[in-house]
């Protein structure tokens, strides 16, 4: 499995931008998806996380800004990010966990930076 993020990039303070994460060489529609996000001398920490039954969770620090969804059509996990703070900034990676097998596989990593 191959996954792809895109989507980052900079914005002030209260602004919004969409993370994508395309999947390919597998269908990921029995897959676990989820977020990630690594600030700069932090470690990663799980930002949202989505199950193939479309059950969601988020992090306390981003509930209510932010949203997990994906399309499983287009073999690809979204995260809506609303009212984003500079304590956003982060690189931000996906990652989906095949139930069958519980292997992980990551995306690249995007780049989220908010300015106050």
């Known amino acids: 499995v191959q996954l792809q993020a895109s989507g980052g990039g900079s914005v002030q303070t209260g602004g919004s931008l969409r993370l994508s994460c395309a999947a390919s060489?597998?269908?990921?529609?029995?897959?676990?998806l989820g977020w990630y996000r690594q600030a700069a001398g932090k470690q990663r920490e799980l930002v949202a996380v989505i199950t193939s039954g479309g059950s969601t969770n988020s992090a306390d620090s981003v509930k209510g800004r932010f949203t997990i969804s994906r399309d499983n059509a287009k073999n690809t996990v979204y995260l809506q990010m609303n009212s984003l703070k500079p304590e956003d900034t982060a690189v931000y990676y996906c990652?989906?966990?095949?139930?069958?097998?519980?292997?992980?596989?990551w995306g690249q990593g995007t780049l989220v930076t908010v300015s106050s």
């Open positions: 060489g597998s269908i990921i529609s029995t897959f676990t």
């Open positions: 990652y989906a966990r095949q139930a069958r097998t519980g292997n992980i596989y």
